[in-house]
């Protein structure tokens, strides 16, 4: 490891041992930011890559059905020739279809359909898992989506970013228009709708940071009062068409406030806003699966948005549709293919031991009752650990059929439907407590809330983050870091509102629920209002992830203390190079915005302040960048 010279690591360690690769590594044109997580990714995509076009040639054998439809989405979506022929075409009859639906009765005649097919709607329906019952399913109510990040966007504050960007989206959509039969009186007036509509749905939507609390989204609402407040939508009627005469009892309501207003969003002088809306949304949507000249001209705002400069090449969007819709299948692929099972047994053993430190931890913990304590470790005792990749694949991949005759467009459309039609199947089904929430050639890992269960696919378990050639105190600064990152989400601010089972249900006696809240919000100051890049970073939004950090921190250095042989300075010097990344301006902006993850650079800066081990390691001393005061030193886990 080259550590830059221009920099003490008392002062700050991201820049010490990264200093040297931030000056010589280079951000690819279709891509925001290299470094970390994102190099282990495109090496992952490019060996995937290989195999992919391997199999499209032949010249590798496929060894599932699954991969066999897999590769023929592969293959149609690299079709350019074709794909530059049909145009347009492929989106007409959709286009068309939207057009034709003049009034909110003719709306609510095509709602299912509508919902079925992916149509933009007012409102977003799905299945998930009931977090207050978490071997039930439920019906889960959103609001639409907004054109920008965040409604941050929307405030006065912002008018001047606000209106280049709705500018820039603007100019795209004009490109788009260009290209359909609308007049241009027509296309003038969809603009000016599609701006009147989403201005209309930022005054009720959720933030960002209110997104953050997952465990606020899961609001019963008795089918009754849903209905009434999302006239003039016949709810009831869409449901009757998916399920018949068996309705559920209740919907969880994920945006109280955007439904409450439902009726301003939604009624006879506003439906035109929103046809004309949804109209410019499939448009632009489509546009990925469209002629090269249509996809470039579609990807406008986002490459704004994040500081892309060109699309990524046609085979590599061809093996990421692909992966899109057959994750699975090829997670499992990745990881009987190349992860070993010297690492997933090494791996396995440390989580075994993270988690027992962390019942340590806990029973050693200052600001906790007895009674507490015992129910945190029985739901540490109770965590399920997914390491590498599943067993088998979901039922609903066989399902996913891909045809020859099809266009991209209507290959993507068809799958898209199959998919949702499955899910809405589920609702009365028991929970698959066994599935997987993240495929084996991901690389990054998870905490399930509603399955207290913890999962590292085979992908990320790679240098920096883990090699059987590293120390293990590197590896401890590594991957057992992320380890206890995982394990701590199940007592963040969130996790914390969730019992052993998945389901939100309050554990705590309310002077130890007291005591926790001081310390998240002890924790959102750390954070709160640190300058990064022009913009500020919005403690809130951060803190879950925050708390995630330094529990795994805290319980990895614990483990440190306790082996013979130890090397704080490795363990740091890993803890700083797995947060590597080189971002562009644009994307760091968006970010900010709207990610749950402080900037990479805080990451790593931040966390090591509050251990002591962080000052033994490199006598850090009050009058270094990278000293806190003991009294402003946090630690919750």
Known sequence: MSQSKKVRVQDDLYQYVNG????????????????????????????????????????????????????????????????NQEGLNPVKKDLA??????????????????????????????????????????????????????????QPEQKESHDSLLSLYGNMVKQLFAYTD????????????????????????????????????????????????????????????????????????????????????????TYPLYQHWAYVRTLVDSTACLSEQLRDIGSLFSKALSGVQKNAPIEKQAYRLASSFFSEPIGLYYGKTYFGEEAKKDITAIVHEIIKTYEKRIQANSFLAEETKQKAIVKLEKMTIRMGYPDRVEEKYGLLHVSSRDSLYQSVSKLSQILTRYDFSKLYEPVDRQRWPMPGHMVNACYDPSSNSITFPAAILQAPFYSVHQSRSENLGGIGAVIGHEISHAFDNNGAQCDETGAIHNWWTKKDYQAFRKKTRQMIEEFDGIEYHGGKVNGELV????????????????????????????????????????????????????????????RANIQPRNFSQWYEAFGVKETDRMYLAPKKRIIIW
């Open 182 to 269: 609308l007049s241009a009186e027509e296309q003038e007036q969809y603009l000016k709708d599609t701006f009147a509509f989403d201005e209309l749905l930022a005054k009720y939507v959720k933030s960002q940071v209110e997104w953050s609390e997952y465990v606020k989204c899961f609001n019963p609402m008795t089918l009754n009062a849903v209905c009434r407040q999302i006239a003039p939508v016949k709810f009831r009627r869409l449901l009757t068409k998916i399920y018949g005469e068996k309705l559920p009892e209740s919907v969880m309501v994920a945006e109280p406030r955007y439904f409450k207003n439902f009726k301003a969003i939604l009624n006879e002088t």
């Open 543 to 602: 803190v879950s992830e925050n708390i995630a950090d330094n529990g795994g921190m805290a319980v990895t250095l614990q483990i440190m203390d306790e082996m013979p042989e130890k090397d704080y300075v490795a363990y740091f010097l890993n803890w700083g190079k797995i947060w590597r990344n080189k971002s562009r301006e644009e994307f760091i902006r968006l970010l900010l915005s709207i990610d749950v993850h402080s900037p990479a650079e805080l």
């Open 97 to 154: 279809f939207l057009r034709s639906l003049t009034n909110l009765q003719q709306f609510n005649r095509q709602l299912e359909k509508l919902l079925m097919e992916g149509f933009p709607l007012p409102f977003s329906l799905g299945v998930t898992e009931n977090m207050h019952r978490p071997t039930e399913y439920c019906l889960f109510l959103t609001g639409a989506s907004i054109l920008l990040p965040d409604t941050t966007y929307y």
């Open 20 to 83: 040297n690769w931030m000056a010589k590594a280079v951000i690819p044109d279709d891509k925001p930011r290299v470094g970390g997580f994102s190099d282990l990714d495109t090496n992952v995509e490019k060996l995937l890559m290989k195999d992919f076009r391997a199999m499209n040639a032949g010249s590798k054998p496929i060894p599932s059905s699954y991969l066999e439809e897999a590769v023929k989405l592969y293959r149609k979506a690299r079709n350019i020739k074709r794909r």
